[in-house]
């Protein structure tokens, strides 16, 4: 189960629920965000309320949702030995790794307790913004039968770029 709220209290009370039934191992949350200085006295939720931290403990709400305004996508890749984790790094900047499929085709979350590497033989699913080559791949994709492409709903346009983005894979996909 994961917990993608804005809202922290609702994440973890969330979390708290279904920990109960299905365990905390199985439960994750995005990171609370950074307290304002103004609000600092204000009280946090307690760790042991909350799910497993997702991805990287700078992957707030806010942090991804900034992101995604300004035009990161995610990304499927699978990893070679011509192209690795240290490809992925070097060619995007800020890379956030959100998923790992093993070579077994299990999926791996990532989180801020876990120590995953994604190596060649697995796929990464990350957060990053667009290479150049990326975005012109994009570009020339049809607009998947969508009327005047993506415009309009805030949802369909999220749909249209998570479309775009998994299926655009990574450079030997």
């Known amino acids: 189960m994961l917990a993608l709220t804005p809202n922290d209290e609702v994440n973890s009370l969330t979390a708290l629920h279904f920990s109960d039934i299905l365990g905390r191992t199985a439960v994750y949350q995005l990171p609370p965000p950074e ?3 103004e609000s600092a006295a204000r009280s946090t ?7 497993r931290l997702l991805f990287d403990p700078h992957a707030t709400y806010r942090y991804l949702d900034a992101r995604f305004k300004r035009g990161a ?6 990893l070679t030995a011509s192209f690795d984790y240290d490809d992925v790094q070097a060619r995007y900047d800020e890379p956030v790794p959100l998923f790992v499929i093993d070579e077994s085709g299990q999926l791996i979350i990532v989180t801020g307790d876990s120590a995953v590497t994604p190596r060649p ?10 290479a150049p080559e990326d975005a012109e791949t ?4 049809p607009a998947h039968g969508r009327e005047g492409g993506v415009g309009g709903g805030g ?3 999220r749909a249209a770029r998570a479309d775009r983005a998994l299926a655009s894979g990574g450079p030997d996909d």
């Open 35 to 37: 307290p304002e200085p």
């Open 45 to 51: 939720v307690p760790e042991h309320l909350r799910g």
């Open 73 to 78: 996508i995610l990304k499927k890749m699978s």
């Open 121 to 130: 033989g697995q796929t990464l699913i990350a957060l990053v913004d667009p």
């Open 138 to 141: 994009a570009r020339q994709r």
């Open 155 to 157: 949802g369909r346009l």
